[in-house]
């Protein structure tokens, strides 16, 4: 048994608990997926200390302090979603925790642990229990508790993973939504994994996944043949299935934007080769079936020349994760908004958005792409619209940094976004515009149309897989079977709103004419509205609307 830890026992131990998340993200991921298919928090988390492991893969720090600090500063940055940014917490605290440490005894190690959870409620304006902030504060109680008695780091472990998943399973009663579903904390759950792992990895029971162990499972396309570049970029992807939308739709997509086409469709997942111009929809499109877990996409032109230049004395690669520095300001004010979808993106910059970062629902930008968007806005305050309430806590955490002032819009829909962008006025001040965005804010509504991920019962209604679910500011109108029914079932609730303006945003996978006969069907409900049809072009909403 351990009495302390040094630099390389933690890595190690972290790596494992990346391990862990990468393994069960879609277990993580389902457990927010009730009833609507938006379940990202393992993707999240897998990804937030995803930012650190290709770092710690490479580099043995010899201290706990080393090891600590750049885990941390590379979360930071590399946070996503609520989850990842309260993981990326806790790890800061450590970190503070560790400071100036070769080695951490078990009571140190505990008291850092708590140092973590203390930096994680203090950034959460509005803590909630029954989510990670409970499942870590109370697991590392227990390490303290513990740790006071027991000089041991296995025990001291134990015993925070034994209260973590007491806690873990109490989540369910001090989580009204959670009750209503039925499951426990998905951030929770993810975090129980991580400190099992840590604790495996001190008992012999876990080791630290080699990379490239998992090669085979990937589809050999090697074979394929040289040829004329007709399309640029080669991209290859494994997405994780999280429904059973069929695989031959993805292929007859792939087959009108690309080439050199491979698809290998087995139980869980869906591997992709593709040669094409716009990587981009294609992961779009992909994320339409679950969770993309690797993505790889290389310039052939690029790859072409560079043969050519094979000769050529080696330079040092550039950094992928660099940040670009602030560029000097040219207005007092600018604005980055986040939205996913080819149609909404063109609308934000009609709408005068300086930069556009590409995520929404299942696909949240880490808090380093809203930060690179902000550092190249030539403005002297930047005003950031995540336009989704996972993406918010990412969004603040650019605050500190960057020299640009940073204010941060809460908006949580497209809708809300949108809304409050027809308002930026070059004219008016910092403190003018933000009471202004806030107020636009409160004046919409949202209604969001995706569909049912499976079948369920939740909050009173009989849900089966495949209909469509309408939610009304984030909250439950109903689940139906077709297109008239959707639009008879949304009158009440928008009704309710005595709207004056309605604005329908149609997704990617609707076709025109369909879109046209669903506004037209709404429009005919509320005469007295103005109502309007926009191509948005979003992957998991088929309709976004804005009520106001």
Request: proline share 4%; with cysteine.
């Amino acid at each position: 048994m351990r009495e302390y830890i040094d630099g390389a026992a933690l890595r190690d131990m972290l790596l494992c608990a990346y391990d862990a998340l990468e393994a069960n993200e879609q277990a993580i991921n389902e457990l927010n997926v009730f009833p609507v298919p938006d379940g990202d928090t393992g993707a999240n988390m897998r990804l937030t200390l995803g930012s650190a492991a290709a770092d710690l893969r490479q580099n043995t720090a010899a201290s706990v302090t080393d090891t600590a600090t750049r885990v941390a500063s590379a979360l930071l940055r590399g946070a996503r979603g609520n989850s990842g940014v309260i993981l990326s917490l806790l790890f800061r605290g450590l970190s503070k925790g560790l400071k100036k440490l070769e080695t951490a005894t078990t009571e140190e190690y505990a008291l850092a642990m708590t140092a973590g959870v203390e930096a994680a409620y203090k950034a959460v304006m509005k803590p909630a229990e029954g989510t990670i902030l409970t499942v870590s504060r109370l697991a590392a109680d227990a390490a303290v508790e513990t740790a006071r008695s027991s000089p041991w780091f296995e025990e001291m472990l134990a015993s925070a993973v034994e209260a973590a998943k007491a806690a873990l399973a109490e989540t369910v009663n001090q989580n009204p939504v959670l009750k209503k579903a039925g499951v426990v904390d998905a951030g929770g759950y993810g975090y129980v994994l991580m400190l099992e792992a840590m604790l495996g990895y001190l008992e012999g029971r876990v080791s630290v996944n080699q990379p490239g162990s998992a090669a085979k499972s990937k589809a050999d396309f090697s074979a394929i043949a040289d040829e004329d570049i007709k399309y640029t970029y080669c991209t290859e992807f494994i997405v994780r299935k999280a429904n059973k939308k069929s695989a031959d739709l993805l292929r007859a997509y792939l087959g009108n934007i690309g080439d050199s086409i491979v698809l290998v469709d087995d139980d869980d997942i869906i591997k992709v080769h593709v040669h094409t111009n716009v990587p981009g929809k294609v992961l779009t499109q992909a994320l339409t079936y679950g969770a993309l877990i690797t993505v790889k996409i290389e310039n052939m032109r690029e790859q072409h020349t560079s043969l050519e230049e094979a000769q050529a004395p080696a330079q040092e690669p550039a950094d992928p994760h660099a940040i670009p520095d602030p560029v000097p300001a040219e207005k007092p004010v600018g604005s980055v908004c986040v939205c996913a979808g080819d149609g909404l993106e063109e609308l934000f910059r009609q709408l005068g958005a300086d930069g556009i970062v590409s995520g929404g629902q299942t696909m949240n930008p880490a808090t380093e792409d809203i930060l690179r968007a902000v550092n190249l806005t030539p403005a002297e305050t930047v005003f950031v619209f995540p336009n989704n309430k996972n993406i918010i806590m990412a969004a603040e955490q650019c605050i500190p940094l960057t020299s640009k002032k940073v204010v941060v819009i809460p908006s949580r829909t497209v809708c809300q976004g949108i809304s409050a962008m027809m308002r930026m006025s070059p004219d008016m001040s910092v403190q003018d515009l933000e009471a202004d965005f806030n107020d636009a804010l409160s004046s919409v509504h949202t209604v969001q149309i995706t569909y049912a991920a499976r079948d369920s019962q939740f909050d009173g209604y009989d849900i089966h897989a495949g209909e469509y679910l309408a939610l009304m500011d984030g909250a439950l109108v109903g689940s139906f079977a077709d297109a008239d029914a959707l639009v008879s079932g949304l009158i009440p609730s928008v009704a309710e709103h005595e709207p004056e303006f309605i604005t329908v945003y149609y997704g990617q996978d609707v076709a025109q004419a369909d879109a046209e006969r669903f506004s037209d069907a709404l429009a005919g409900s509320f005469p007295e509205a103005e109502t309007s049809l926009i191509r948005g072009g979003q992957p998991v909403y088929y309709y976004m609307i804005s009520v106001e």
